[in-house]
């Protein structure tokens, strides 16, 4: 059996960047495997979270799943608070995983900054509370953008050294799913920063809830370079974009990835239909497609969050379906450490 896991924090400004390189792909996932979709909240109030806003923003991750297309019948869409499988797993995992293990994770020093003496000791053990995420269903395969991999890395490890602690077969060793072509969209006003839902600037990112205009202003003000965009040459044999040419104009390849990804078509593809044209030609077409494929989901999105009833009767019945898998492993879990 294949069984996905991923989840989404709740903290508000859903972007293109959470579009293509998650929610999107767990839509196309469903045909294939079984899945699990959490709003993760306890990951949430690492940092501080307003509580007001953090009721908002897990309806709003909710509704941006729907809007994109799980389907709720089928796949399971909860969340992370309802089901406490995920903090009773964390706990053991804490005990698990090593400090110096959670010490290398770049997203901690990222996030914990110059001030790590004042960052929460939850942001610190972010990283087993997320094998637990996983792991509390024996989920075989999690979606992920880059920069999650580490992350990911970590919970193979600590499946493997329950494992070997134990002397238990309990755990799979996950593997990841990096899909699409823009698994990492960056910033639009600057092209070595991801574009994140934390980037103060509202013009760094594409909300997915953004009208026509506001997309459109974005695009139009976005960084970019005096000169004209490439052809397929400057592509690998494989078609791939080289790490160096990308890191040469980092804004007009991100531009450029966006426009593959929303398209679905391949780097070669779009090099060839843009070969040589000016910046400002190929905005008006990547506007275009901007507003036509984030349009429909964006007002979805603000008719479900308009009726949060709606919303919080699919969270209450995909946490019954989320404990009804986790509690039985919790149960295993908690026999095997002697509890
Ligand atoms: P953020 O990083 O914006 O706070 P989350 O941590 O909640 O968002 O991430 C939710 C999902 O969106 C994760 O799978 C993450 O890999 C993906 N993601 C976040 N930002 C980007 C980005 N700029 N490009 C591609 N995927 C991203
Ligand atoms: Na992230």
């Not at 089928?74 to 309802?82: D, E, K, V």
């Not at 698994?183 to 574009?195: A, F, N, P, W």
């Not at 030609?281 to 479900?304: H, N, Q, Y």
């Not at 699919?314 to 379906?321: F, H, N, P, V, W």
Request: hydrophobic share 40%.
């Amino acid at each position: 059996m294949k069984r996905i896991f991923s989840g989404v924090q709740p903290t508000g400004n859903l972007h293109l960047g959470n579009y293509l390189g998650a929610i999107r792909n767990f839509v196309a996932l469903q045909h294939d495997y079984e899945c699990i979709y959490c709003v993760v909240d306890l990951h949430a109030i690492t940092v501080w979270q307003e509580p007001a806003a953090l009721r908002a923003h897990t309806r709003e991750v909710t509704a941006a799943y729907l809007a994109a297309g799980i389907d709720p019948k089928h796949s399971i869409i909860f969340n992370q608070s309802h089901v406490s499988a995920h903090a009773e797993l964390a706990w053991i995992f804490n005990c698990v995983v090593r400090m110096g293990w959670l010490s290398r994770m770049t997203q901690f020093k990222e996030k914990a900054g110059k001030h790590r003496e004042n960052a929460s000791a939850g942001l610190f053990v972010y990283p087993s509370l997320m094998a637990a995420d996983i792991l509390a269903y024996k989920a075989t395969h999690v979606p992920v953008g880059e920069d999650q991999k580490q992350h990911l890395e970590l919970t193979r490890d600590t499946a493997q050294k329950f494992n070997n602690d134990y002397g238990v077969d309990c755990f799979p060793i996950t593997e990841p799913l990096i899909l699409g072509a823009a698994t990492r969209v960056m910033s639009l006003r600057d092209g070595s920063k991801k574009m994140s839902k934390s980037d103060p600037s509202d013009m760094s990112r594409i909300n997915m809830t953004d009208e026509a205009d506001a997309i459109a202003q974005k695009i139009r003000r976005a960084t970019t370079d005096p000169e004209l965009l490439p052809g397929p040459a400057a592509l690998d044999e494989a078609g791939r974009l080289p790490e160096e040419t990308r890191k040469a104009r980092p804004e007009a390849w991100n531009l450029l990835g966006i426009y593959a990804a929303l398209s679905d078509k391949s780097w070669s593809e779009v090099l060839q239909e843009f070969e040589g044209a000016q910046f400002s030609a190929f905005k008006k077409a990547l506007t275009e497609l901007a507003v036509d494929k984030l349009g429909p989901i964006g007002a979805e999105m603000k008719r479900l969050q308009a009726d949060p009833e709606h919303v919080d009767g699919i969270l209450r019945d995909g946490a019954e379906r989320a404990a009804a898998i986790a509690e039985p492993i919790l149960r295993e879990v908690q026999d095997v450490v002697g509890f």
